[in-house]
């Protein structure tokens, strides 16, 4: 299997546009696809603001940024936006039948030799792979937000995926910077979501039972474990309603009522509150983005 040279990220959302500017800095042609022009004009907004701050922090000279910016090409048709891709990654919303409808139409429009790939958190191989028409062809590779910054990449094989596109897809991973790890079998949460995921209940359970607030939760998890972030921080980051639908969906297919979404999760949900990107979730935020208070 030749090596993956030409990439197409579908879905111009957070992790979509960060993942395409992370194949663009490591040198790869790259189109990033999004019909929605609110979304196209967010993704340029946003990863031209951390292009010029790389530049001045003196991570990028303005060479190496222009050459990125040139590499990445937006792309509102997806027929020609995948049409020469060695490697599509789908990074749109977290609804089976959309993905799947999404892999289809990819298993028409790339070449036959084109590995799909899907960033999903929520769904194991298995429920994707065969929409592709091609699922020797197929896993996921799911990036942690901010895919920027975060090193860590998710090669998740299932019962079909061939071992050649396994390797291919742990060598592109390295290639665009990031430390893969493999799934040799797939789990749903995979490794990390589930190791997160049970903090996360934790830091429910010590709130809903008022044993702790939403900041002394976060505090103790920065200041005794040393975490980057606590858990509220880190779901206002991802966004409440990507952890909320995750759950939704685990819930339908176990019916176990722990895997339900939790009362806070979903009173915040309802309300709109959905974190970072909406200016409130557990914490509120200024229009710069600066956490100014504990909301809940
Ligand atoms: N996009 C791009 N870059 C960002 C960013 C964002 N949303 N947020 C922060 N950064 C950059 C900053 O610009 C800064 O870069 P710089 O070198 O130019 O200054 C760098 O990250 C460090 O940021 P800060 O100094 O502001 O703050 P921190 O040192 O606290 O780092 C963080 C921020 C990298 C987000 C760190 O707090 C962290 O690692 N948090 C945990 C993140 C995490 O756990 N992610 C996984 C989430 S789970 C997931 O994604 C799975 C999915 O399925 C939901």
Redesign the pocket.
């Known amino acids: 299997m030749s090596a993956i040279e030409r990439v197409s990220v579908v879905g111009a959302g957070a992790m979509g546009s960060?993942i395409a500017l992370v194949c663009a800095l490591a040198g790869l042609p790259t189109k990033l696809y999004d019909v929605n022009d609110a979304a196209i004009e967010k993704a340029t907004t946003s990863l031209q603001a951390?292009l010029e701050?790389?530049v001045r922090?003196g991570r990028l000279t303005t060479a190496e940024r222009d050459a990125a910016w040139a590499r990445l090409q937006f792309d509102q048709d997806l027929a020609s936006a995948v049409a020469d891709a060695d490697l599509v990654i789908e990074a749109v919303v977290e609804k089976l039948e959309v993905k799947r409808s999404l892999l289809e139409e990819l298993g028409r429009l790339t070449v036959p030799e084109a590995l799909l790939s899907s960033n999903t958190?929520s769904f194991v191989p298995s429920r994707l792979a065969d929409a592709t028409g091609r699922p020797a062809q197929f896993a996921n590779l799911?990036f942690?937000?901010?895919a920027?910054?975060?090193a860590c990449v998710e090669v998740v094989r299932g019962p079909e995926t061939a071992d050649a596109t396994v390797a291919a897809m742990m060598d592109f991973t390295k290639r665009i910077g990031k430390s893969p790890v493999l799934l040799e079998k797939e789990i749903p949460g995979f490794i990390?979501?589930r190791i997160?995921n049970a903090v996360r209940d934790e830091a429910i359970y010590l709130l809903e039972n008022g044993y702790a607030s939403v900041s002394s939760i976060d505090t103790a998890c920065r200041t005794a474990l040393g975490y980057?972030?606590g858990p509220f921080e880190?779901m206002d980051?991802?966004g409440i309603d990507?952890g909320y639908y995750t759950k939704l969906g685990r819930f339908a297919e176990t019916g176990d009522p722990t895997d339900k979404p939790s009362a806070t999760v979903t009173a915040l949900v309802e309300r709109g509150d959905l974190g970072r990107k909406t200016g409130r979730g557990f914490y509120a935020y200024d229009g710069e983005g600066k956490k100014i208070e504990e909301a809940t």
């Open positions: 960060q951390w701050r790389s922090k958190s799911h942690f937000n901010p920027l910054v975060m990390a979501n997160l980057p972030m880190l980051l991802t990507i």
